[in-house]
């Protein structure tokens, strides 16, 4: 790649990591309408022009109308984008009608939709993918009365195929599940062309594997439903292995629909197969917890340290998802998510690390955290994560932490120490001012080399810890301190835009790992 396509493709990674996850999505989705309604005009897909606008409208006018109900009653925050993005999916998956029943079944499907969120949820986070709740509901009830209509999945069409593969990448590569989804398409397109082939042949008609394998590919949904509704974060199990086993499970099930009486357990009942499974394998990370202490770090970080009232199964890198309820809460809402900084050998307790203060406003849950006491009970909702570091303890590792980003690595360090670990480990820490340097004597103690990147040179530097004064830390930089970049594990914990900054240099790693973060 010449030098102006990687600047541009680096520009486009940057752009990409600061849109949030839930924008993203929206974005991408309105663009898939936006190109469905052009390509109805010219009759290339099955809806007409008019029944796409008018079951959006219903579609996302009944969801976010039940948002709205819902969260003046609850006195909960006014969020609106989830049920615009459920509006969306459901475009996809429903019969765009102009017809009165049908439109009144497109407002059923919308409705419960929505209402899962709330009612078929666990401590705040729902448990299923709402356009499939919303979808299997319309497909059960319309059972018994037709005229409602039902799922038909009209994205699943060669004209759709090539909008939905770029814009199920974008948001992929945004939500970090292009292996795992990668893997649920393989399997499922598999199983369909198996599954095809054997009803050809039982039938005694000829099979032509291209012409199969073409129709399980380009005529069904599995890349719509892979990309937009499969690799939904909050319905994801905790570990990646975990979620190549939903994606697998959901694969099998898409690929070869199994009969339940009338119906099959095949796409959206699929999918909601595989949320149930995800969720058996999250809750075991629940815990409650109690304040122990609160440390001051530097002058802008904290640590928390809680005391959990039974061991939390975790690795070294994860983190947690931490319950703060509080009257009033911003668009956010109560949860918030936080790498961990302790140790598995520190339990019962547990801690994390949090910036305080700062030019911006804080959010309504900074505060709330601020204002807990000690003894003070919260809920740990789960942990989560794949920012582990290689199970070879001879495996070389690049590790580069930028400000409260070096948590993670707090806490692989530490468990390193105490359990005798011994790993080639480089760390590269980037910090605005000397002073925000964290957690220094829990890195120092680890003894790994350090690589200090601040505008001012750190008072009193360990003997193994190096002030990098004059190089600026992006990847010509980075590759110039860590010559042997080529060779080792690299891990990345900070902001999407800096992880872009250092992309061409992380490209030689032998492997990637990245952890972007932004305020909360």
């Known amino acids: 790649m010449s030098a102006s396509a990687n600047a541009v493709w680096n520009r486009v990674l940057q752009v990409l990591g600061q849109v949030s996850m839930y924008r993203l999505t929206l974005l991408t989705l309105a663009s898939l309408a936006a190109i469905a309604f052009v390509l109805s005009l010219f009759g290339l897909v099955v809806p007409g022009p008019l029944a796409i606008v008018v079951t959006l409208a219903v579609l996302v006018g009944v969801g976010v109308g039940v ?158 439903l892979g990309a937009f509704m499969l690799s939904e974060p909050l319905t994801q199990p905790p570990r990646r292995w975990q979620q190549f086993w939903v994606a697998g499970v959901v694969g099998v099930l898409v690929g070869w629909p199994i009969d339940v009486g009338v119906l099959t357990l095949g796409q959206e009942r699929a999918l909601l197969i595989g949320n149930l499974l995800a969720f058996a394998f999250a809750v075991r990370g629940a815990v409650r917890v109690a304040l122990v202490d609160r440390t001051a770090v530097t002058g802008t970080v904290q640590q928390l340290t809680f005391r959990a009232t039974r061991r939390v199964r975790f690795v070294p890198g994860q983190y947690l998802e931490l319950d703060v309820p509080h009257t009033h809460p911003d668009a956010r809402g109560t949860r918030r998510e936080f790498s961990i900084a302790s140790a598995p050998e520190d339990l019962p307790e547990i801690s994390i690390a949090f910036r305080v203060g700062g030019g911006a406003k804080p959010s309504s849950y900074k505060k709330a955290l601020a204002a807990v006491r000690p003894g003070d009970p919260l809920a740990v909702t789960g942990v989560w994560g794949d920012f582990v570091l290689p199970r070879r303890e001879g495996a070389p590792v690049l590790m580069v932490a930028a400000g409260i980003g070096v948590t993670p690595f707090v806490s692989q360090l530490r468990q390193m120490r105490l359990a005798g670990e011994d790993r080639d480990v480089v760390l590269v820490y980037v910090a605005s001012d000397a002073s925000e340097l964290a957690f220094r004597d829990e890195l120092e103690a680890s003894g790994v080399p350090v690589l200090v990147f601040t505008r001012n040179r750190p008072a009193d530097l360990p003997r193994h810890w190096m002030w990098a004064r004059g190089v600026r830390l992006d990847a010509n930089g980075l590759a110039e301190v860590v010559s042997d970049i080529a060779a080792r594990h690299a891990y990345i914990s900070g902001p999407a835009g800096l992880i872009a900054d250092l992309a061409p240099a992380l490209a030689k790693a032998r492997s990637v790992t990245t952890d972007a973060f932004s305020g909360y």
């Open 67 to 224: 948002d709205a109900v819902i969260q003046r009653l609850l006195h909960l925050p006014h969020r609106y984008e989830s049920s615009i993005i459920t509006g969306h999916i459901l475009l996809f998956v429903l019969q765009p009608a102009l017809d009165p029943w049908a439109l009144v079944g497109l407002a059923v499907a919308a409705l419960t939709a929505s209402l899962s969120k709330y009612v078929l949820a666990w401590r705040g986070r729902h448990i299923f993918n709402p356009a499939a709740v919303g979808a299997t509901v319309l497909a059960l009830v319309s059972l018994a009365w037709p005229a409602l209509g039902s799922p038909v999945w009209w994205v699943g069409s060669p004209i759709m195929a090539a909008p939905v593969l770029i814009a199920g990448l974008i948001v992929l590569w945004r939500t970090e599940r292009l292996r795992v989804i990668g893997v649920f398409v393989v399997i499922a397109v598999a199983v369909g062309v198996f599954r095809m082939a054997a009803q050809l042949d039982a039938v005694g008609l000829p099979v032509d594997p291209w012409e199969v394998l073409g129709f399980a590919l380009w005529w069904s949904p599995v890349l719509f």
